[in-house]
């Protein structure tokens, strides 16, 4: 699995670019200083009366130009493709995140039902369904236990357990 922590990716890139163009900025004189705490700094300005110029090696050639603008290129590419795959895992880990969030809704509006008619059925009143005809049909007091046994197991089976 490929991943990526937010906009590293990114920032990497445009380092790596700004370094393979920054070989061929050569044309700006480049300064060096040390600040107080021993830090040395460039910058394409004078700091100081302190700072120094740093004398560039040389030009670079049309032939390293262009290397560098393929490297770019093959960078930039290779990001995209990291996007890209991130960007499904991403949509593939949202499509499970909903999955789950709607089967555990389901599984809750079952457990709330199931709770409910535990209720009903062991208020002591005479329970009844209602058949395919639309006629009620009462229950004795054995399915009634075994209506509550059964709500019991799933219950059971898909209520989360409280502490």
């Known amino acids: ?6 906009p ?8 790596l670019l700004l370094a393979n163009l920054a070989s061929f900025q050569c ?50 590419q290779h990001q995209r493709k990291v996007s890209e795959i991130t960007s499904e895992e991403a949509q593939q880990e949202q499509q499970a995140r909903m999955k789950r969030e709607k089967k555990s809704a389901i599984l809750n509006k079952e457990c709330k039902m199931a709770q ?6 062991g208020r002591g009143y005479r329970s009844y369904t209602v058949n395919d005809k639309g006629e009620k049909y009462f229950l004795s007091d054995q399915e009634k236990n075994d209506m ?16």
């Open 1 to 6: 699995m490929i991943s990526s922590k937010g």
């Open 8 to 15: 590293l990716i990114p920032k990497l890139i445009a380092a």
């Open 27 to 76: 044309i700006a004189e480049v300064y060096k200083w040390v600040d107080e705490n021993g830090k040395i700094h460039f910058s394409d300005k004078p700091f100081d009366e302190k700072s120094k110029a740093v004398k560039m090696k040389r030009q670079p050639t049309p032939e390293e130009i262009q290397r560098a603008k393929q490297r770019a290129a093959r960078v930039i």
């Open 116 to 121: 409910t008619e535990i209720i009903q059925l």
């Open 148 to 163: 509550i046994a059964k709500m019991k197991e799933l219950v059971k089976q898909h209520c989360p357990k409280e502490d």
